[in-house]
């Protein structure tokens, strides 16, 4: 929805390149941010996640960044595989228990 | 454990049909969730609710409504079926306030 916006909507890259993929919110008191990744024709799978008092956490590949004062956060995927081709989500979660999700990010890699 | 599951996988109503897309989960989690999703507008969120005996709207609620008289259970209504609510729905369940959601397999909706 307009509350997150997600950017690029499609992304290709190399087998083993590195890709990034960022998300922008408007509500200042928002204090958890979390990433999905969409097979398709499957459901949505959390794949890493942040909450508002970090900057930065990684597991393996994976990591996401978060920038509080700019109200964005990113999703970097490091070494990229051909099983990393899938739609990407982010999302965040607004006072008032209202959670919003952008528009995704189609991700290619090529081997 | 099951996780979250959803029935039926695909259904195909007329306009002005009612049905219920059902949801269950059994990992005891206080919060559930309804979504729907369309090409190019990701998953919105519908109705959700924090516990048994309690519900509320989301971004996109109208048509749509929900109880929750158990924990397992959160299923979707729609009263009068229109053109517009065929989308995808995901059912989501989590702990606590939409974190680590785990999403059901989803049931796909024709309104013709």
């Known amino acids: 929805g307009e509350n997150v916006e997600q950017h690029p909507s499609t992304l290709s890259v190399q087998e083993g390149d590195s890709a990034v993929i960022k998300c922008t919110y408007s509500d200042s008191a928002s204090n958890y941010f979390p990433w999905y990744k969409q097979e398709l024709g499957k459901r949505p799978q959390l794949i890493i996640d942040?909450?508002?008092?970090?900057g930065e956490k990684k597991d393996q590949r994976i990591a996401v960044t978060l920038n509080k004062t700019a109200k964005h956060f990113s999703l970097h995927i490091t070494e990229t595989q051909p099983e990393d081709s899938a739609v990407y989500f982010c999302?965040?979660?607004?006072?008032?228990?209202?959670?919003?999700f952008g528009t995704g990010t189609s991700l290619t890699v090529i081997p | 454990n099951a996780g979250v599951t959803q029935t039926p996988k695909f259904q195909v109503l007329k306009t002005g049909q009612s049905m219920t897309l059902q949801c269950a989960q059994d990992m005891n989690h206080e919060y559930m969730s309804w979504y729907r999703q369309d090409p190019g507008m990701g998953l919105r969120l519908i109705h959700y609710s924090v516990g048994a005996g309690i519900t509320d709207q989301g971004e996109v609620p109208n048509g749509y409504n929900v109880s929750r008289s158990t924990t397992e259970d959160f299923p979707l209504r729609l009263l009068s079926a229109a053109p517009s609510q065929t989308s995808v729905y995901f059912c989501a369940s989590s702990s606590e306030g939409f974190l680590e959601q785990y999403f059901g397999p989803g049931t796909r909706l024709t309104v013709t």
């Open positions: 999302a965040a979660r607004y006072t008032g228990n209202q959670f919003y």
């Open positions: 942040i909450r508002s008092n970090v």
